[in-house]
Each structure stands twice: as C-alpha cells, then as structure tokens.
C-alpha cells in the first residue's frame, strides 16, 4: 500500500486524532528550536513530522487546525524579541457595524462634551495589517514595538529599519515623537512571496496580514529585508510637543516629515459626510490593492480628544465602522449543546466545512433556544420567523470577522421531513434539570459544582489569559487534569507539585505532550502565579457578570482582598449600608453586586474560594488614573448642576486622575462637589464635616 492510500485508508477520527496530535509536537518542536535555541527533535524527525501533518492536511483539508504547523504565522517570540512597555497604551477601537451605530456614536459624543452642534472628524481606511509604534529621539529612530497586549509590545527596531516606508531619521526639533501606524503588504507583493515560498518548500501564508505578520516577527532581520513590507502612519504615541492642533494637521505633519499616510482621508463635517466618504471607501476597496476592512472615524479637534479621553481599552473619539462580512452556504449537519461555567446550555451548529472570508468554519454559534426558533428574546419575529432545523442549508457568516453565526436559512432547501429542534430540559452533562428564568434568553443546568462541565469550565477560565494565565496550564491541560482527577478545583492546582511527588511526575511526564522539561517547567508556571493581581483574582473566579472591567473596578476600589470580600460579604442582605456602598462603585450595578453576594453567599462556592486564598500571595491593585495628582485616592462625589462640562465629563476626568467618584456621602468621602441646585447631599456633607467645593474651585484644584 502506497504512503498515500495508507492514509487515506485512515478513518476520519483517526486522523482528526493524529492532527491534534501532531499540532502540539510540532509546537512544542518549533518553541524548543525557536525560543530556547534547545531543539528537541532531530532535524530529520521534525522532518518526518512535518511530511505527515502536509499528506495528512492534504487527504482531509476540512481537518485542517487552526493550530497546524503549516499554517502558524511563526512562533510567538515569547524570548526572541525583548519586551517594550508602551509609554502610551495601544489601545483598540470600538466597532459599528451600521449608519444607526455610527450615528449613537456621535451622540454620544456630543452627550459627553454637552453640545448640540456638529463635530468634525476624519474618516480614513481600516488597513487589514498590525499596528507598529515607532519612537523617535532628536529625529532618529530609536525603537519600533508592535502593540502586543496594548500595554507591552515587542521590539521589532531592527526589522522596522528594514521598512522602506519607515523613515531611519526625520527632520525636526521635537526631542520625543512616537509614530503610529499600520504594517501591512499589497496584494500582489503577498502573492508572490507566497509563489517564492512554495518553490523553496516554505510556509505558504493564509493572507496578507498573517505574511506581514510574520514578516515582521522574523527572528532574523535579513528575512524581514526580503519582504515587501509598507507602513501607513495614523496616529501618534508619546510626543513632547503635539504637532498640530488636529487629526488632520497631523497626518499632514507625519506627509511632511516623509512618512506614507493614507491617501482616501478626509476631514467630515458630520454624520451624513462620514457614511457617503464610507461608502466612497467601500467602492474603491476591490482596486486599492490591499485588504482594508472598514473605516475609522476620529474627532478631529485633538482638545476635544483629550476632553473625552478613554473608557476601558478603546477611546471615546475615535470608532471602526466595519464592512459588513462575507458570507457563505453550507449544511447543517447536527445542533450540540455544550454547557458553560455558568450552567448555560449554548446551542452549537455542527457545519460542513466552508471556507468563509479565507477560514474554514465547521462550528458556529446558534445562541439560544429562540434564536433556533426563530425569534427574540420578545417574541417578535427573526429571519422572517423561520427556525433552525438539523439538515438545513443555511448562511454562515464571521461576525467581527471572527467568530462564526448563522445568518439565515435557506428555506427552499430545507430537506423534507426535517423536525423543528426541541431544546433540552436535562443537562446533556450532568443530568440535572435545566432552567430558564422569566425574561432570560439562556437556559441553565442547576447542577453547579456536581456538574462536571461547569466544573472544568470554571476551571478553563481560571486559567485563561485574562486570569492566572498559567503558562503551559491551558484549557486541554486542565481537562485533562480534570479527568484523570489530579485537579478537581483552584486550589489543587497550587497542590499538584507536592500531591505529585514524582512517582506522579513520572505519570504526569507519560501524559501526552508532556516532556521532562514541559513537567518541572509547568510547577515553576504555577508558583510564579502564586502572586497574583486583585483584579486577575476576582475575574478568575468566573463570577457570573463578572468580567475583565467589573473585576478591575471592584479590585481598584477594595485595593485588598480582605476588604473586598468582606465588603461583599457584609452586602449579603441586598439591603443597607454595605450594599448601598457596593452599589455605588461606579460602573458596578445591582446586578452584579447581587451576583457578587450570592456566588459568596453559596457554600459550596466559598468553601472553593476559602482553599485557594491560602496559597496565595495577593497583590494589592492601584486605584486607576494619575497616582500623582493632588486627587489620586480620595473619593469625590459630585451633585447639583454642573455648568461647565457634562456629569460623565467630570468623573471621567476624576477617574483619570486617580480619584475615585461615588454616589453618595460617607464617612469616606473627601470632597463634594456641588453645584447649583444640591439639595441633601450637601446638607449631609456639610453635618458630616466632609469639605464642599464649588465646580470653579474643583477645577482649580486639578489644575484646569
Ligand atoms: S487608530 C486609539 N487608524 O485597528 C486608536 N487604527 O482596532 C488607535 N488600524 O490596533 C488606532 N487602520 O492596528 C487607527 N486608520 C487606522 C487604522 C487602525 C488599522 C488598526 C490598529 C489598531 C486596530 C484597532
């Protein structure tokens, strides 16, 4: 039997197996020879493995993992580049995805600064690439760092300086300029690097920005020379001196310093000139050559940026109006249900494979038992009412270009016989009786901790990124972890070196894909993560509402743990001082301080919590904003009219300078602030001896 028929004599789920399999040698391989300069393979092994994962891909291309070697945009350089903290974040934008979001956009713009009148903003292309910081000092350039997190990048100097369109020095007398911008590759540059590298048995990129991508993350900067990478500059970073009053000064200042900047900007006078410039953009977007994918709108006053700042990760002036996305048809083959940490039943779309937008999708979300059935959470009527059925013909779609979601269902394809879906009312997983709560769209299993998949999700987003970020603890370890019963909760994580002895780090090392090194190294992971950060602590809970923001405002707030959790322990009632005051932080609402106080009130759950807290070591958690200014700590409450910016102006501005804002008076409040108008929470402050402040005398103090 030939090399070829051998394989395709191997059943589906053999080869699924093998695939999985082979994706995590060759990482590791690939980490070992890249990152630690310690390959664990011989070169002809590595080879023999890269031959079977090619022929294997070839035979079941609908197999094909996200994670395969072939299709890895090289490794992340967890050691090869050095890390750059960025002076200014990196932030992200807000999406819109139509004229009515964009139109709330704006006013909410308006809202924050209190105006009627029309802003003025610039619309330029959404360029499909990665976004490069580039410092310069006394006009060389001293450093180029990729966005990384936001808050840490990569220093990529050496292979920016290979960018044509990157300047090595420019003209001027600013000491400190940081330029912001876009690394991206045309069309038909992608095109033939693609033909280059197929002829030398190279990696073939899935698109222009994974090439530019990993052009750009080339270890060797001579690669990097080769590449025909470009750059649009976009905005700026740290500077010492602005070099403009606008958006648009600016981009013609980066012109006039020689940097490329986009040619389809323009200055918009308000709503109805930013969507026709959009769909101006949208019509040239088959002859530009490269891939954009929408359109980002920016205050163009820089004051007016400054004024309204940012709210978590993404700033209030600026938001990407995104192109609508690609679709495609493909069959229905079966509907799952998969149970999350929370107990919700989520539907899931078993697909044939298709290729939407460049990626195969197998998998979409189906979101709930209405969405099946063809409505919303109200009753009124989606798709025309039509619902979801096993067998279905139906359009598929990326939505934010990523996560995949049936649109639509082709009607007349619908094959006879198919049956309306009726959704559980038992956990598929632990048997226990599913509820759906008045006015909820999500159904849930009731087991709690007795049901295993809750318990290994909780355990998953416990690990994830945005939490203790364990590194080599991901999600397939700790199910796997789960189900061999080495790891049943938090805390036996913080265990397992000492529980494993090694007799059990023998076991653990006979565990697939785990190596001596991976075993040792994985214990070191884990005490690294002893410290820990307040707020990673609480969002790694996976406290129903409780995300990444709740997590940091509670953490920013409490500052400790002890204080945290007494506080939310003393609220337990729902009712007096203590839940008044968990309340009041702002951006937390009643429902998750109720979710916060019934998850701590539930003895199973704070008994889980109760045995981790001992192995660790927790980091108490700066308030946010300027921990310098003359406000930072101290709680401001603001009433009465302000008359000389909007409420949500004044907090913001509060927050970014360090203070924190509450509702109400207490003993714990420093200042009030209040103007015309106040009615009972001054007489409150003025009894309780807490120092009034008019809104002139506030705004001297923080210096404005
Ligand atoms: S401005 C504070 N302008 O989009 C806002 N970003 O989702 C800074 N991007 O990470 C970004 N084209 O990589 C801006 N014309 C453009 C852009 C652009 C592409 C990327 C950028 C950023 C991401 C935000």
Same mark, same amino acid.
């Given at each position: 039997?030939?090399?070829?028929?051998?394989?395709?004599?191997?059943?589906?789920?053999?080869?699924?197996?093998?695939?999985?399999?082979?994706?995590?040698?060759?990482?590791?391989?690939?980490?070992?020879?890249?990152?630690?300069?310690?390959?664990?393979?011989?070169?002809?092994?590595?080879?023999?493995?890269?031959?079977?994962?090619?022929?294997?891909?070839?035979?079941?291309?609908?197999?094909?993992?996200?994670?395969?070697?072939?299709?890895?945009?090289?490794?992340?350089?967890?050691?090869?580049?050095?890390?750059?903290?960025?002076?200014?974040?990196?932030?992200?934008?807000?999406?819109?995805?139509?004229?009515?979001?964009?139109?709330?956009?704006?006013?909410?713009?308006?809202?924050?600064?209190?105006?009627?009148?029309?802003?003025?903003?610039?619309?330029?292309?959404?360029?499909?690439?990665?976004?490069?910081?580039?410092?310069?000092?006394?006009?060389?350039?001293?450093?180029?760092?990729?966005?990384?997190?936001?808050?840490?990048?990569?220093?990529?100097?050496?292979?920016?300086?290979?960018?044509?369109?990157?300047?090595?020095?420019?003209?001027?007398?600013?000491?400190?300029?940081?330029?912001?911008?876009?690394?991206?590759?045309?069309?038909?540059?992608?095109?033939?690097?693609?033909?280059?590298?197929?002829?030398?048995?190279?990696?073939?990129?899935?698109?222009?920005?994974?090439?530019?991508?990993?052009?750009?993350?080339?270890?060797?900067?001579? &690669?990097?020379? %080769?590449? *025909?990478?470009?750059?649009?500059?976009?905005? /700026?970073?740290? !500077?010492?001196?602005?070099? @403009?009053? $606008?958006?648009?000064?600016?981009?013609?200042?980066?012109?006039?310093?020689?940097?490329?900047?986009?040619?389809?900007?323009?200055?918009?006078?308000?709503?109805?000139?930013?969507?026709?410039?959009?769909?101006?953009?949208?019509?040239?977007?088959?002859?530009?050559?490269?891939?954009?994918?929408?359109?980002?709108?920016?205050?163009?006053?820089?004051?007016?940026?400054?004024?309204?700042?940012?709210?978590?990760?993404?700033?209030?002036?600026? &938001?990407?109006? %995104?192109? *609508?996305?690609?679709?495609?048809?493909?069959? /229905?083959?079966? !509907?799952?249900?998969?149970? @999350?940490? $929370?107990?919700?039943?989520?539907?899931?779309?078993?697909?044939?494979?298709?290729?939407?937008?460049?990626?195969?999708?197998?998998?979409?979300?189906?979101?709930?038992?209405?969405?099946?059935?063809?409505?919303?959470?109200?009753?009124?009527?989606?798709?025309?009412?039509?619902?979801?059925?096993?067998?279905?013909?139906?359009?598929?779609?990326?939505?934010?270009?990523?996560?995949?979601?049936?649109?639509?269902?082709?009607?007349?394809?619908?094959?006879?016989?198919?049956? *309306?879906?009726?959704?559980?009312?038992?956990?598929?997983?632990?048997?226990?009786?599913?509820?759906?709560?008045?006015?909820?769209?999500?159904?849930?299993?009731?087991?709690?901790?007795?049901?295993?998949?809750?318990?290994?999700?909780?355990?998953?987003?416990?690990?994830?990124?945005?939490?203790?970020?364990?590194?080599?603890?991901?999600?397939?370890?700790?199910?796997?972890?789960?189900?061999?019963?080495?790891?049943?909760?938090?805390?036996?994580?913080?265990?397992?070196?000492?529980?494993?002895?090694?007799?059990?780090?023998?076991?653990?090392?006979?565990?697939?894909?785990?190596?001596?090194?991976?075993?040792?190294?994985?214990?070191?992971?884990?005490?690294?993560?002893?410290?820990?950060?307040?707020?990673?602590?609480?969002?790694?809970?996976?406290?129903?509402?409780?995300?990444?923001?709740?997590?940091?405002?509670?953490?920013?707030?409490?500052?400790?743990?002890?204080?945290?959790?007494?506080?939310?322990?003393?609220?337990?009632?729902?009712?007096?001082?203590?839940?008044?005051?968990?309340?009041?932080?702002?951006?937390?609402?009643?429902?998750?301080?109720?979710?916060?106080?019934?998850?701590?009130?539930?003895?199973?759950?704070?008994?889980?919590?109760?045995?981790?807290?001992?192995?660790?070591?927790?980091?108490?958690?700066?308030?946010?904003?300027?921990?310098?200014?003359?406000?930072?700590?101290?709680?401001?409450?603001?009433?009465?009219?302000?008359?000389?910016?909007?409420?949500?102006?004044?907090?913001?501005?509060?927050?970014?300078?360090?203070?924190?804002?509450?509702?109400?008076?207490?003993?714990?409040?420093?200042?009030?602030?209040?103007?015309?108008?106040?009615?009972?929470?001054?007489?409150?402050?003025?009894?309780?001896?807490?120092?009034?402040?008019?809104?002139?005398?506030?705004?001297?103090?923080?210096?404005?």
């Amino acid at each position: 039997m030939s090399a070829k028929s051998k394989l395709n004599a191997r059943s589906e789920a053999e080869a699924k197996a093998r695939l999985e399999e082979l994706a995590s040698l060759m990482l590791q391989a690939d980490e070992a020879y890249h990152n630690r300069d310690a390959p664990v393979l011989s070169d002809a092994d590595y080879d023999a493995l890269k031959a079977e994962n090619q022929q294997l891909e070839q035979a079941f291309p609908h197999l094909v993992r996200e994670d395969s070697a072939s299709s890895r945009v090289g490794i992340a350089p967890s050691s090869g580049f050095s890390k750059v903290k960025h002076s200014v974040s990196m932030l992200s934008l807000g999406n819109a995805f139509d004229a009515e979001d964009v139109a709330s956009f704006v006013a909410s713009i308006q809202r924050f600064l209190g105006v009627s009148d029309d802003i003025e903003f610039t619309a330029e292309p959404k360029i499909d690439g990665l976004s490069l910081a580039l410092r310069y000092e006394n006009g060389q350039l001293v450093l180029a760092a990729t966005r990384g997190d936001g808050k840490t990048g990569e220093d990529v100097t050496a292979n920016a300086r290979t960018i044509k369109s990157v300047p090595q020095r420019i003209e001027t007398d600013i000491d400190i300029l940081e330029v912001r911008g876009e690394v991206y590759m045309h069309h038909k540059d992608f095109e033939a690097l693609n033909e280059t590298q197929a002829k030398s048995g190279q990696k073939i990129f899935a698109n222009p920005r994974n090439a530019a991508a990993g052009s750009l993350r080339q270890l060797d900067s001579k &690669i990097t020379s %080769k590449r *025909p990478l470009m750059f649009f500059a976009y905005s /700026l970073g740290e !500077i010492s001196r602005p070099l @403009g009053e $606008t958006q648009s000064e600016t981009i013609s200042a980066f012109e006039a310093l020689g940097f490329s900047t986009n040619p389809l900007t323009k200055i918009c006078a308000n709503v109805d000139e930013l969507i026709a410039h959009y769909s101006d953009i949208q019509n040239s977007r088959p002859d530009l050559g490269y891939d954009i994918d929408g359109v980002v709108y920016k205050v163009n006053s820089l004051k007016l940026q400054d004024r309204l700042g940012f709210r978590n990760n993404s700033p209030r002036w600026a &938001i990407a109006h %995104k192109f *609508p996305a690609e679709t495609a048809v493909t069959e /229905l083959e079966a !509907i799952e249900i998969q149970v @999350g940490r $929370t107990g919700a039943l989520s539907p899931v779309a078993r697909l044939k494979p298709v290729t939407v937008g460049g990626v195969v999708v197998s998998n979409a979300t189906l979101h709930n038992e209405d969405y099946i059935a063809g409505h919303d959470g109200n009753g009124a009527p989606i798709r025309g009412g039509v619902d979801i059925r096993v067998g279905d013909w139906v359009t598929v779609y990326r939505a934010g270009d990523v996560i995949p979601k049936v649109k639509d269902v082709v009607l007349a394809r619908r094959p006879e016989g198919a049956k *309306p879906y009726v959704f559980p009312s038992i956990c598929p997983e632990c048997q226990s009786a599913v509820v759906r709560l008045d006015g909820e769209a999500v159904a849930r299993c009731t087991g709690g901790l007795v049901c295993p998949a809750q318990t290994v999700e909780k355990l998953k987003h416990f690990v994830s990124r945005a939490a203790f970020d364990i590194e080599g603890l991901g999600a397939k370890q700790v199910q796997a972890f789960f189900q061999d019963g080495w790891v049943k909760e938090p805390a036996d994580i913080f265990t397992l070196r000492s529980r494993l002895g090694s007799g059990g780090l023998q076991q653990l090392q006979n565990m697939e894909g785990w190596g001596e090194v991976s075993a040792e190294k994985l214990f070191d992971a884990i005490d690294d993560k002893r410290k820990i950060e307040l707020n990673r602590l609480i969002f790694a809970l996976g406290i129903r509402h409780v995300g990444e923001v709740g997590a940091l405002l509670l953490a920013q707030s409490y500052e400790n743990w002890q204080d945290f959790h007494d506080a939310v322990v003393a609220a337990g009632g729902h009712d007096g001082p203590a839940w008044d005051a968990l309340n009041e932080i702002d951006g937390i609402g009643p429902t998750m301080a109720a979710s916060l106080v019934d998850a701590l009130s539930d003895a199973q759950f704070s008994q889980v919590v109760d045995r981790l807290i001992p192995h660790l070591d927790i980091l108490v958690v700066e308030s946010a904003g300027d921990q310098q200014s003359v406000v930072a700590g101290k709680t401001i409450v603001f009433t009465g009219t302000l008359e000389q910016m909007t409420r949500a102006e004044a907090k913001a501005r509060a927050t970014s300078l360090g203070a924190k804002v509450s509702g109400s008076v207490s003993s714990k409040t420093d200042y009030l602030v209040a103007g015309p108008g106040a009615g009972s929470k001054l007489e409150k402050a003025k009894s309780a001896g807490v120092a009034t402040l008019s809104e002139d005398e506030w705004l001297e103090l923080i210096g404005r």
